[in-house]
């Protein structure tokens, strides 16, 4: 059996049963924690079958260490060895897992009773051992919340940092001590509560000024009825849980049944009291019209930087927000986002009744967390991830204030400095890529063929440098309706030779707009890469340091059909069978519509899911194998972003050219329709097929066509 932490089985044990103590240790640089005597049973990746067949088959704990001993992943099974054995099937995407049989010196376990248990021990090990791959999020010592205490005499609102298990009320955390104290003067100005010290409240001997101005009963000097002195505790808590509809109403009929009684001072206090209540929920946004107590999650991501939002939405009012930050996360997003709703919740005092996510989490993850929430809150809490309806709305929002927190927040130069960084050392570059220039070719069976150029700037696009380019071809071909159809190159290659000659003159000329990049990225594999090597070698520009560095970017799409009964069989599958004869379309639109939506799904990370999509490869000059960019790393997400803004830019310009040929075929051979009149029908009818379907009638409501030749544009398109 795989040996189970034994000298940090003690940790655990304790971590779990004393997880307060946990989280109030404070220090100020966390050492790892390699065990006495440890040394590393993984020396060589053929040894890590052998452990994995001894690994129990129970629920429990799995703790990473690497060859040094420091713990670099924790994560929970309700099977151990069956989970474990996923990292090595082959079938596991994220990106750490390649890097586990040269990383990897042991695997330990903790076996526990059942997945709640997993799920607490789990968060405990990261807290203390803080891995390389998990989620961290600050310890809540860190953190202001407040603390009312309903059971002590004569209870008051204060600020402390530490949750105990008093069975207190506690509110927060709030991220920032500004907004925890401006909650609490608003607590103090508006509702009668105490604060002072519990040794004040014993031995004061006259009413202190918070009794003056009308802000506290002084329990300490005088009699004070303890059921009105409850009912403010009680106010007080409603305030805080957002329960705001439910404290107006009972203020309401307490005014009322204090005016009843003719008990009018009161009754103008509680009055008094309400308009302030109503004047601070004002202020408030309302973004729902649920009666329920709502978190909704939103994540961004660029690379391995994630941001996360969590809003607090307590009977549709938007009650607060709290941000995270996160760096280095080389997991899918589904594992990020687990990880991040374990751990938070861990740390928050109150559950509300349903969590809004924007994607969906594992039901190996998901159901622990509900267990152990339904156990703290006493009934059930839902994970959702809405997909109509005010729900939506809400996690929509959630993930655009992640996106504006990210921008915000982040020292975007310093990111983008190390993804350049990260970028240069994994592709052996001569120098750090500072100007990248991607090159795409985009054409419709060799038609109207473009090319082009985006440029990024320290990792930032650049649009006033873009450019595009008309492939010249090596001829013309005919539609089958007497038409010529422009330039015609169905060679990629041929293409891509050409866009580079051109390219690379205009710098050889001393064009300072022109100037050679730091680093040129082409759309393609190893063919695309030597027609560019070899273009660059017959205008005299090296490779490499004493020239420019040229690499070549491709993703094997094996699902792609390329015949044409595969292609049709690929449009009906996706509820689009009646391309290939719709006549209002433009020559090959629909498929190439199909194409980039393929294509565009699986770069954006919604088809993680398909096994037929191979990773990003990179192809350097006189390397045999192919570089392999990790999943989730910054500088894959650096190439990706450039290499689509490629494929974006090359698309569009293809369609401009195409639907300007498809205008000048369908009207420039009717006598009597110039240039004017042609921007006026496209201009009144929208589109050439418009224009078809348009009677006589309709033709000559345009302005400068007559009924003779609106009669002759309908006979002749």
Known sequence: MARNKQSGASTASEAAADGATVRSTRRPAR???????????????????????????????????????????????????????????????????????????????????????????????????????????????????????????????????????????????????????????????????????????????????????????????????????????????????????????????????????????????????????????????????????????????QGGQVEFTVMHIRQGKLLGTQSYSATGMELPDEEVLANFVSAYYQHTPFLPDEILLPSAIADDDAAPLAAWMRDRKGKKVSFLVPERGDR?????????????????????????????????????????????????????????????????????????????????????????????????????????????????RRALQGSDEWELPDLIVIDGGKGQLSRVVAALADLGVAVGAQGVDVVALAKERVGVPTSGRETLAALKQSGDATAATDKSQQPGAKWQQHVVSQVHDSESGRDQGKTDIKPERVFTPGAKDAIRLKHGSSERYLMERVRDEAHRFAIAHHRRRRGKRSLKSALDDIPGVGPSLKRALVKHFGTIAAIRKADPDALAAVKGIGPALAQRIADDL
Request: aromatic share 8%; hydrophobic share 35%; net charge positive.
């Open 392 to 504: 939506r709305k809400l996690a929509q929002l959630a993930t655009r204030n992640a996106n504006s927190n990210f921008v915000t927040r982040r020292n975007q130069r310093e990111d983008g400095e190390a993804a350049l960084q990260r970028l240069q050392t994994r592709l052996g570059l001569s120098r750090l890529p500072r100007t990248i220039e991607c090159f795409d070719v985009s054409h419709i069976q060799g038609s109207d063929t473009v090319a082009s150029m985006v440029v990024f700037v320290d990792g930032v696009a650049v649009k006033s440098r873009y450019r595009s380019f008309k492939i010249k071809g090596t001829g013309a071909r005919d539609d089958g309706t007497g038409l010529t159809q422009g330039a015609f190159q169905n060679d990629d290659f041929a293409s891509m030779y050409e866009v580079l000659g051109r390219r690379v």
């Open 31 to 301: 050492q790892p924690v390699v065990p006495p005597n440890w040394s590393p049973r993984i020396t060589n990746p053929e040894q890590i079958p052998d452990l994995l067949g001894r690994l129990p088959d129970d629920p429990g704990v799995y703790i990473m260490r690497d060859r040094k001993g420091h713990v670099v992943y924790v994560g929970k099974a309700q099977r151990l060895r069956a989970r474990v054995r996923q990292y090595f099937s082959g079938q596991d995407s994220r990106a750490f897992v390649p890097l586990l049989t040269t990383l990897l010196g042991d695997i330990e376990t903790v076996v526990v009773a059942n997945n709640k248990e997993a799920l607490l021990l789990e968060n405990n090990l990261i807290k203390e051992h803080r891995p390389r791959f998990n989620v961290k999020l600050r310890d809540d010592s860190n953190y202001l919340v407040l603390r009312l205490d309903p059971k002590v005499d004569w209870p008051k609102l204060e600020l402390v940092r530490n949750m105990g298990t008093d069975h207190a009320h506690y509110f927060g955390p709030y991220h920032s001590a500004g907004s925890a104290r401006q909650t609490l003067r608003v607590v103090n100005r508006h509702f009668r509560l105490r604060t002072c010290t519990d040794y004040a409240l014993k031995h004061r001997r006259r009413a202190c000024l918070q009794y003056q101005i009308g802000r506290c009963p002084a329990p300490c000097v005088h009699k004070v009825d303890g059921d009105e002195y409850a009912s403010q505790v009680a106010d007080v808590a409603l305030f805080l849980k957002g329960r705001h509809k439910e404290l107006v109403r009972g203020l309401s009929k307490r005014m009322h049944q204090a005016a009843s009684a003719l008990e009018f001072e009161f009754a103008a206090r509680v009055r008094d009291q309400l308009r302030a209540v109503e004047t601070t929920l004002q202020s408030q946004q309302v973004v729902g019209s649920t009666t329920i107590d709502q978190d909704a999650v939103g994540m961004y991501r």
